[in-house]
């Protein structure tokens, strides 16, 4: 009976020391979702069948992506994006990127856990897009969107959004970006 009470002992005294171990992380790998502030519809509006109207006149809104870190979770940063897109004509881009989600364990003055995050634009729209949407009888795309990086403990992560593109008549996107 003594022994068994000294391995029961020792086996709460050894969970209690792996549960502290993870210190103020409780979430690991990283865990984070799409916030509500994000933005994913890419507005491509070409101006008004006027002389010498082209594709790179052509005002475009960008899609941004918003991730919030679950509460307790550590930090991850994104290094590459891969996108393809939903028509054959466009090729697949793969580009580094530099996208950081920070870890959502501190606590503010009223004891509530700050959940941080991270916005990133989403860089959808180039050259071949543009002149893609210039058609006159284009349908909308889409883009896969693919972040891959690591997160605090070195483990993979990834996150995956699809992003519509949106070609519009007349100028009525953001402002004007030349690719």
């Known amino acids: 009976m003594k022994i068994k009470n000294i391995l029961l002992s020792l086996m709460g005294l050894s969970l209690a020391t792996a549960i502290s171990g993870c210190g103020n992380y409780t979430n690991f790998p990283a865990q984070y979702h799409i916030s509500g502030t994000s933005s994913l519809i890419a507005k491509i509006a070409y101006p008004s069948a006027v002389a010498g109207a082209t594709a790179s006149n052509a005002s475009v809104t960008l899609p941004k992506l918003s991730l919030k870190g679950e509460p307790g979770s ?8 891969d996108i393809s897109y939903s028509v054959s004509d466009i090729t697949t881009t793969s580009l580094p990127v530099s ?10 003055s009223a004891g509530k856990v700050v959940a941080d995050g991270g916005t990133f634009e989403l860089p959808v729209v180039n050259a071949k897009v543009l002149e893609y949407g210039k058609r006159q009888s284009v349908n909308n795309i889409s ?16 996150i995956t959004v699809n992003v519509p593109i949106v070609f519009l008549p007349s100028s ?3 402002g004007a970006v030349t690719p």
Do not use: Q
């Not at 550590?74 to 994006?81: L, P, S, V, Y």
């Open 172 to 174: 009525s996107a953001g």
């Open 143 to 158: 883009a896969l969107v693919t972040l891959t990086g690591t997160d605090d403990a070195s483990w993979p992560t990834s």
């Open 74 to 81: 550590i930090g991850a940063t994104f290094e590459k994006m």
């Open 99 to 108: 996208f950081r989600v920070d870890s959502s364990n501190f606590r503010d």
